[in-house]
């Protein structure tokens, strides 16, 4: 594939396409503005600043092996809250991020134009987060607008949690798994019966975000290329119309309820699978790699309860029709097969001050005909400790995450300081390891130590 990606779709400056994409982000913006006026005109109320957040955010890093910069990325993200009577309430989110490093922001073929960023340069953007209005409605909500739908209950293991699409620029090396991306849409939570309902309606058809061709967590293992080998020929990328609105839209219903200590749910959602099938295709220019994002379903439960001084939780999700690479005939050959995910944890606050979180999760995919170019079965585990030291000034945190059935992974040690409550200082490092065609082993040479600090006005 080729160092850099191409979407046949007009993204160039200047291009119509481009002119497209921002009158539909003003006219978003319209939208907004119209519904935050609606609602304050509605409720004939003083509009009243709830909370407001400034987070600033450099994360620097360099590579293990050669000592060279890998990682220069600063981050500032505003955040607010109205409230505009006693029923509406507006939330708003930025985020504004610089970067010039091997890492990159990631690509943003991958979004519709409804959610590209207000400001695109190639080390330089600003996005909105979040920019939601909620309506209470007796016990419930409506929330209308740009926002995540975060189902699940195991921590970055994504079972049941595959409703919103995630960034991937920085593999799962992030704070917080997985990283969300924020989508265009309809919310709605309440109870019905002693029921909990979250039923939600995602007309944006953005998926995950990719780490950009050439960066340093781009896909390098065949089974993220389709089974092409890293030395295959290279060939220009396309990506599929990221712009059916309503035919790529996903649709997701979740019912939960408490029975005793125990919480327990169940859930089904429609919707373009959020990580891509890579088809061979011809264009104009020849042929070319698509990344294709079929839709597919999704049935699934969780279950979650105390157990003494501890907490287990259980997730199984079941996928009828999740595309799959396969070797095939030809290359990069698509089908569909079933799929079966299911996973626990357990918390558990240990002696000695230790809190620990282990977690370990089965992915099967069917067997046929043809292989799929991933393992018909994987087993990843995690495992977190964390303990606080000098009234948790201190915190120590180290983590392994892996596949079990190869025996790749990667461990991360971290030392935090936090100043005071508005100042926090992080030293930590990604040490990966495995083999070049296994999913952590593909970044092996990719282990580095790296540096944050981040300070909340």
């Not at 990159?104 to 590209?116: F, I, N, Q, W």
């Not at 790699?289 to 001084?309: A, F």
């Not at 971290?414 to 030293?427: D, F, K, P």
């Amino acid at each position: 594939m080729s160092r850099h990606p191409t979407t046949g779709s007009g993204h160039g400056r200047g291009t119509p396409a481009r002119r497209v994409a921002g009158r539909r982000r003003r006219a978003g913006w319209l939208l907004v503005g119209t519904l935050l006026g609606a609602a304050s005109g509605a409720v004939r109320a003083d509009v009243a600043l709830a909370n407001r957040k400034v987070d600033i955010e450099y994360w620097g890093g360099m590579a293990v092996d050669s000592g060279a910069a890998t990682l220069s990325r600063l981050t500032l993200a505003p955040s607010a809250r109205l409230l505009l009577g006693e029923r509406w309430r507006a939330d708003l989110a930025l985020r504004a991020e610089y970067a010039e490093d091997d890492t990159g922001l990631g690509t943003l073929d991958t979004y519709s134009h409804a959610a590209r960023p207000i400001v695109d340069g190639d080390h330089f953007r600003v996005e909105v987060d979040r920019a939601t209005l909620t309506r209470r409605i007796g016990a419930g909500a409506l929330i209308v607008g740009k926002q995540t739908v975060p189902w699940g209950v195991l921590d970055g293991v994504q079972i049941t949690d595959r409703f919103d699409a995630v960034r991937r620029r920085d593999f799962v090396l992030t704070d917080v798994r997985p990283e969300r991306l924020a989508r265009w849409g309809v919310r709605w939570q309440g109870y019905l019966g002693g029921t909990n309902v979250d039923a939600a309606v995602l007309a944006d058809p953005t998926v995950s975000q990719l780490a950009g061709l050439g960066d340093v967590f781009s896909p390098l293992a065949p089974r993220l290329r389709g089974g092409l080998p890293p030395d295959a020929p290279a060939l220009p990328v396309v990506v599929a119309d990221r712009d059916a609105y309503r035919g790529d839209a996903t649709l997701g219903l979740r019912l939960k309820r408490r029975f005793g200590s125990v919480e327990a749910s169940v859930l089904t959602l429609r919707g373009p699978d959020t990580d891509p099938a890579l088809r061979l295709v011809g264009t104009g220019a020849g042929p070319a790699v698509l990344l294709d994002y079929p839709e597919r379903h999704l049935l699934g439960t969780t279950l979650e309860g105390p157990l003494g001084q501890a907490i287990w939780r259980l997730e199984a999700a079941y996928v009828p029709d999740q595309p799959v690479n396969v070797y095939g005939a030809e290359p990069l050959t698509v089908v569909e097969r079933r799929r079966w995910l299911v996973g626990g944890g357990l918390d558990v606050n240990a002696p000695g001050g230790w809190f620990v979180n282990a977690q370990l999760a089965v992915d099967q995919i069917e067997r046929g005909r043809l292989d799929p170019t991933r393992p018909h079965r994987d087993v990843v585990g995690t495992l977190r400790l964390q303990r606080g030291f000098r009234q948790d000034t201190v915190q120590l945190r180290a983590e392994l995450l892996g596949t079990l059935s190869d025996g790749d992974g990667v461990v991360r040690p971290v030392v935090e300081w936090r100043g005071h409550s508005h100042l926090r200082l992080e030293l930590g490092g990604d040490l990966l390891f495995g083999e070049r065609d296994e999913l952590f082993g593909q970044y092996r040479d990719a282990s580095r130590i790296w540096v944050r600090v981040r300070f909340s006005l």
